[in-house]
């Protein structure tokens, strides 16, 4: 094409058109999967339109098939059914758009989908997005609670009563989006976005009431799964359907099991909470007249003791027992000095009674030579030798006599 043309020599619209659908044309035929969002059958036309919708993408191609061929699921195919299909793509040349040109159309198996949704659950378990430690507490009293639902829908009307039956102050934003069919999907991510971004949002339900397992397919939606995973504000799942659990009860922070639940779980019962205030209230009061009562009797035991209630007793009982002891350190005192008095009487009259001196005063005299020394013996002296005699009185000198004085 660009070898072909050139600013000088520019190819007409119809040409590039016409090379455009030579090129359509080898592509050949394809089966194609997607889900019906429009669906258009006019009373008496020979051709049915539908547009083919891909789940996970916005992107869609218009279908067109002769009656006949729609005939053969014309019972069974509605809008959010989702379809294989078998078809050439046609590029109508006039107009420019490409189209897709169906020889065959099959509805895709409950047991299929249901199949594909269990893949899809695990491989997004694997990732984690169904931890528990990644789900977000649910506040204890909200002031703005975000609703997702369906305009006028019982899920609605549910959460909004009974929430502010239990809690009239609650504030609600609403978002009705579609809950159903091929545009939910879109619609409700683009509703969660929007309330995760509002900073007094505190917390979010995705509210429907039940449906068939086709119905609910864009709660189990890869998008809205992975939309409600990234959301910072805690979000509740409130779809009301028990026996297949869509995948955004696995995601969501909280999983109720109906709206009205939701409304019970997101807010909290004012007559409930008043009731519990009182209760605790009282249970407080008593704790403290308790402990109050147990300190006083406490107070009361400690100053009935003795030594608070007279402690000048202690004090004079102690002073008694001193002054008993005092008085018999006396006693014994006396009484070892008395005896101590009677051994040293006892041992003076033995000393003097022993002594040299109470020997002299009887008369007798101690001779001493002049070197001191005491005789014991007539031997001891010699003829005319000069001796000292001491007597009771005092001491005088004497001289032995010759020697036969001194033999007697």
């Not at 005939?71 to 959010?80: F, I, L, M, P």
């Not at 009293?141 to 019982?154: E, K, Q």
């Amino acid at each position: 094409m660009a070898n072909a043309s050139s600013a000088e020599a520019p190819l007409p619209v119809g040409k590039v058109s016409a090379l455009i659908g030579g090129w359509v044309d080898r592509l050949g035929e394809v089966w194609v999967e997607g889900q019906i969002a429009q669906l258009n059958r006019r009373p008496g036309a020979g051709m049915v339109f539908l547009t083919l919708r891909d789940p996970e993408r916005d992107v869609s191609l218009t279908v067109t098939c002769f009656r006949q061929v729609f005939e053969q699921v014309a019972d069974a195919v509605q809008e959010g059914a989702r379809v294989i299909v078998r078809a050439k793509p046609e590029w109508y040349t006039a107009r420019g758009t490409l189209s897709l040109r169906a020889s065959e159309l099959r509805l895709v198996g409950l047991g299929e989908l249901l199949a594909r949704l269990e893949q899809l659950k695990r491989r997004l378990f694997a990732e984690g997005l169904f931890e528990d430690d990644r789900k977000k507490p649910l506040p204890f009293l909200p002031g703005c609670v975000g609703l997702v639902t369906g305009r006028g829908s019982a899920a609605e009307r549910d959460v909004l009563e009974n929430a502010r039956r239990r809690w009239p102050a609650v504030r609600f934003e609403v978002r009705n989006v579609l809950v159903q069919g091929p545009q939910a999907v879109g619609q409700v991510c683009a509703a969660v976005r929007e309330l995760d971004a509002l900073p007094e949002v505190e917390v979010i339900v995705v509210a429907r009431g039940g449906g068939s397992v086709e119905d609910l397919l864009p709660f189990s939606d890869e998008e809205l799964v992975r939309t409600v995973a990234a959301a910072r504000t805690p979000v509740v799942s409130a779809i009301g359907h028990e026996p297949d659990r869509p995948l955004l009860d696995f995601v969501a922070d909280f999983r109720a099991s109906t709206p009205t639940d939701a409304a019970k779980r997101v807010v909290p019962d004012v007559g409930e909470e008043l009731a519990r205030v009182r209760q605790l209230r009282d249970r407080a009061r008593r704790h403290v007249l308790n402990r109050v009562e147990r300190e006083s009797a406490g107070l009361a035991s400690v100053r009935s003791r003795p030594v608070l209630a007279a402690p000048t007793e202690a004090v004079a009982a102690r002073g008694a027992e001193v002054d008993a002891l005092v008085e018999r350190a006396r006693r014994v005192l006396g009484h070892r000095l008395d005896h101590a008095q009677t051994d040293l009487g006892h041992a003076l009259a033995r000393v003097v009674a022993l002594s040299p001196l109470a020997t002299l005063e009887r008369g007798y005299a101690v001779l001493q030579k002049a070197d001191g020394s005491v005789l014991t013996d007539p031997g001891q002296a010699g003829a005319g030798e000069a001796l000292r005699a001491r007597v009771a009185g005092g001491a005088f000198e004497v001289r032995v006599a010759g020697e036969g004085a001194a033999g007697d």
